[in-house]
């Protein structure tokens, strides 16, 4: 089945411990991203990536850090988490970077709480 | 910059009622318009596409017409159903390479 997965879907932890969210596709897809979703504000973008060691930040990249290393994956980094980065966050993957109309693919979502 | 406005919520409906969801956006160039939806617990999924003007994108009987005289991309559906009980997202997408830019979402509620 093409999908998109996340883990973990629940994180709870505490400020400052470094913690890593996971993002993998099957669909051997060129463009991977990641958005957080907070009330109101609708899904806002942290990263993306075009292509393997191809990444750049997106609207709100600060407290956070990605790799792709591999097409498949691309992970998510706090670094040092603080409380104003508690949010849903989901992954996206599609198949071309810049394709004006691809459609992009969600993961299931992580809800992280930082306390 | 890019924006994306939608209408206020949450949306409280009967069963087979008309569902309107407004949507307006503001861009520069040429835009490609998306609606997804999440359903509690899940991530996003498109529910419907159009890429330029005129287009009209309809999936699961929900349409929405790209029209660029009045910037909108309105989400409509003639008789709704429970399980379109849901999240609704506008998203505007081709002026940044694959970035979406999504409105804040309409609640959706659909009693029996």
């Known amino acids: 089945e093409a999908q998109v997965t996340q883990n973990p879907r629940y994180l709870i932890t505490v400020t400052g411990k470094k913690l890593t969210v996971t993002c993998s596709q099957n669909?051997?897809?060129?463009?991977m991203s990641w958005y957080r979703q907070d009330p109101g504000l609708g899904l806002r973008q942290i990263y993306y990536?075009?292509?393997?060691?191809?990444?750049d930040k997106g609207d709100v990249p600060e407290g956070y850090k990605v790799s792709r290393k591999e097409k498949r994956n691309f992970p998510l980094i706090l670094e040092s988490p603080s409380p104003n980065q508690t949010s849903l966050y989901f992954c996206?993957?599609?198949?071309?970077?810049?394709?004006?109309?691809?459609?992009?693919?969600f993961g299931p979502g992580t809800r992280l709480t930082v306390l | 910059g890019n924006s994306v406005t939608q209408m206020e919520g949450p949306v409280t409906l009967s069963e087979e009622a008309f569902l309107t969801i407004n949507c307006t956006y503001t861009?520069?160039?040429?835009?490609?318009l998306f609606w997804y939806v999440q359903y509690p617990g899940e991530g996003l999924q498109l529910l419907l596409k159009?890429?330029?003007?005129?287009d009209k994108g309809s999936n699961k009987g929900f349409e929405a017409t790209y029209r660029k005289e009045t910037t909108s991309f309105h989400l409509e559906k003639g008789s709704v159903q429970v399980s379109d009980s849901a999240v609704y997202f506008c998203?505007?997408?081709?002026?940044?390479?694959?970035?979406?830019?999504f409105g804040q979402g309409t609640i959706l509620t659909v009693h029996p």
């Open positions: 996206a993957s599609s198949l071309l970077a810049g394709g004006w109309t691809d459609t992009q693919y």
């Open positions: 669909m051997n897809h060129e463009y």
């Open positions: 990536s075009m292509n393997v060691e191809v990444t």
């Open positions: 861009a520069t160039g040429y835009p490609s």
């Open positions: 159009a890429t330029k003007a005129d």
């Open positions: 998203a505007l997408g081709g002026t940044s390479y694959g970035k979406l830019t």
